[in-house]
């Protein structure tokens, strides 16, 4: 009995252990299975994952870059929205001034601004002691700023600009002689450099921008001078000289070029210098006619009545003031835009 059943217990152990077998497989494929259903799950959640944190970061970028340009370019739109309007009073002060600068009305004489009492709508900013509308001065005064400012700084640059450049290139005898040239020039106040070179010329626009120029040129040079001395050995440089490219050349094609970001830089803030000086020499007397409609003119004809009608006094001065300080910002951010230093500590 025990002898046949010994055979069918083996049959029946072997069965159980094929089943278990199956069992353990069953499971080890399910747990694989899962395993696999984790990963994709992970899988997809990882993409998930990095889209939004590259969509986070993105975002975060387009608000920084918003951030960063508003904060580098403020300056650079409000002085070039100042200069613009200076320029639109210049060009088209006969359809902008509602009275002409000269007409004289001694029945409205010293008429206070609109806003004050005993104001009147017609004269939005009062008359001076002429009868004059002190709104159409004072737009017809900035075309004498900005003529004075702009062709005294393009030639008084080009003077600089070449003068720098021969300087700083070729060094040595002519460097020391430019050189020598500047610290004359530079021995002198302006004051008293126009002051002469005004007691020789005479009065006149044409002579109040011969003097600023002759004020202002060493200004380019000395600029240029310096930059010279460290392009002249550059690579770029080096290769065109020894490509027999010539002495002028080079100078204008290889060095100059890459001054002129610096050189727009200090145009500007030379423009609205230039202004200021315009403006001392006419309010002393020494610039271009009474007759002719000046922001320091007009300061000089305030002077006595500061008390009794002070806005002949605080609006051009103001008008000053804001072209003024408008360039100055307009050359702040050129700089922030043109320096590559300062783009990248922006």
């Known amino acids: 009995m025990s002898g046949g059943l010994r055979p069918h217990a083996a049959a029946l152990a072997g069965v159980v252990a094929v089943a278990r077998d199956g069992q353990d497989e069953l499971t080890a494929g399910d747990a ?11 899988g997809s959640a990882v993409p998930a994952e990095s889209r939004a944190r590259r969509q986070g970061f993105g975002r975060g970028a387009a608000q920084r870059a918003r951030r960063v340009f508003r904060k580098k370019y403020l300056k650079l739109h409000i002085g070039g929205l100042v200069f613009a309007l200076l320029i639109v009073m210049s060009l088209f002060a006969p359809l902008l001034a509602p009275f002409d600068p000269g007409a004289q009305n001694l029945e409205v004489k010293l008429l206070p601004p609109f806003f004050l009492d005993g104001g009147q709508a017609a004269h939005l900013l009062g008359t001076d002691n002429l009868g004059r509308d002190l709104l159409s ?13 702009i062709v005294s700084v393009l030639f008084a640059a080009a003077i600089g600009i070449v003068l720098g450049a021969i300087s700083g290139y070729f060094g040595r005898y002519i460097d020391e002689f430019i050189m020598k040239i500047v610290e ?17 010329l005479g009065e006149g626009l044409v002579n109040i921008i011969v003097a600023l120029i002759l004020s202002r040129w060493v200004q380019f040079c000395r600029l240029v001078r310096g930059e010279v001395l460290s ?7 080096i290769a065109a000289r020894a490509l027999g490219g010539t002495d002028m050349y080079i100078i204008f094609r290889h060095i100059i ?6 050189l727009i830089v200090l145009g500007t803030f030379e423009i609205a210098l230039v202004i200021i000086q315009e403006s001392s020499l006419s309010f002393l007397g ?19 009545y500061m008390h009794a009608a002070p806005w002949l006094s605080v609006f051009p001065g103001l008008a000053i003031l804001i072209t003024v300080l408008g360039l100055n910002l307009l050359g702040d951010g050129l700089r922030d835009v043109l320096d590559p230093h300062m783009r990248g500590r922006s």
Not at 231 to 237: A, I, Q
Not at 257 to 262: E, H, L, V, W
Request: glycine fraction near 10%.
């Open 231 to 237: 392009l002249k050995t550059r690579d770029h440089v």
């Open 286 to 304: 020494l610039g271009v006619p009474p007759s002719v409609p000046t922001w320091g003119t007009m300061l000089a004809e305030g002077r006595s």
């Open 184 to 200: 004359v020039f530079l021995a002198f106040p302006f004051l008293l450099l126009a002051i002469v070179i005004m007691a020789f």
């Open 32 to 42: 694989r299975a899962r395993g696999g259903a984790a990963d994709v799950g992970r």
């Open 257 to 262: 070029p890459y001054t002129m970001p610096t």
């Open 137 to 149: 001065r004072i737009i017809y005064g900035s075309r004498v700023s900005l003529l004075v400012g």
